[in-house]
T-cell receptor, first 111, second 114 residues
Framework: GNSVTQMEGPVTLSEEAFLTINCTYT??????LFWYVQYPGEGLQLLLK?????DKGSNKGFEATYRKETTSFHLEKGSVQVSDSAVYFC??????????FGAGTRLTVKP | SQTIHQWPATLVQPVGSPLSLECTVE??????LYWYRQAAGRGLQLLFY??????ISSEVPQNLSASRPQDRQFILSSKKLLLSDSGFYLC?????????????FGSGTQLSVL
């Protein structure tokens, strides 16, 4: 089946630290991959996406590369800020209507 | 521009009572509509999705049901709530069937069943 496995949190970092949140997936066909972010008190919003192998999605300093050989889509940022504190969800959308989400990783960045 | 409205924002209900959460989308036609639940300490779980009026697909067996009486209206219901129904419910929509289409989420409903 189609599923996403995401590294468990919570993750606590100091400002300007390097961030990696691991995400691996299982899917049939050629899914698109997404990272969504949920800031405190808000709904989810799209952070970045990649639609085919070797594509790199990027936004707000975050990056993730669609790796078909390792079935991964790890989220990275070189220097996190306090404002990046949020819950991050990895997701995949296979060749049908529904999107599958990971369990979410809570990130707290301390000044 | 398109907007999605979801209400109420918070809800406290006793066990055994009925539930009705409503979601509407404006500024688009024939959207794909979704209900997700985010339980405490867990990720997002897809509950229902709909590709058109009266067309509902259920992902998991549960105490809940969904209906789509109009093109841009999606309702989540229960006849008798259980404690395990507590959680954060999110409505979402997307434009097309294409795999690269993103979801647009509503602001969510925090449901507490006591």
């Amino acid at each position: 089946g189609n599923s996403v496995t995401q590294m468990e949190g919570p993750v606590t970092l100091s400002e300007e630290a390097f961030l990696t949140i691991n995400c691996t997936y299982t899917a049939t066909g050629y899914p698109s991959l997404f990272w969504y972010v949920q800031y405190p008190g808000e709904g989810l919003q799209l952070l970045l996406k990649a639609t085919k192998a070797d594509d790199k999605g990027s936004n707000k300093g975050f990056e993730a590369t669609y790796r078909k050989e390792t079935t991964s889509f790890h989220l990275e940022k070189g220097s996190v800020q306090v404002s990046d504190s949020a819950v991050y969800f990895c997701a995949l959308k296979p060749n049908n209507n529904d999107m599958r989400f990971g369990a979410g990783t809570r990130l707290t960045v301390k000044p | 521009s398109q907007t999605i409205h979801q209400w109420p924002a918070t809800l406290v209900q006793p066990v055994g009572s009925p539930l009705s959460l409503e979601c509407t989308v404006e500024g688009t036609s024939n959207p794909n509509l979704y209900w997700y639940r985010q339980a405490a300490g867990r990720g997002l779980q897809l509950l229902f999705y709909s590709v058109g009026i009266g067309q509902i697909s259920s992902e998991v067996p549960q105490n809940l049901s969904a209906s789509r009486p109009q093109d841009r209206q999606f309702i989540l219901s229960s006849k008798k709530l259980l404690l395990s129904d507590s959680g954060f419910y999110l409505c979402a929509w997307s434009r097309e069937l294409a795999t690269n289409e993103k979801l647009f989420f509503g602001s969510g409903t925090q449901l507490s069943v006591l």
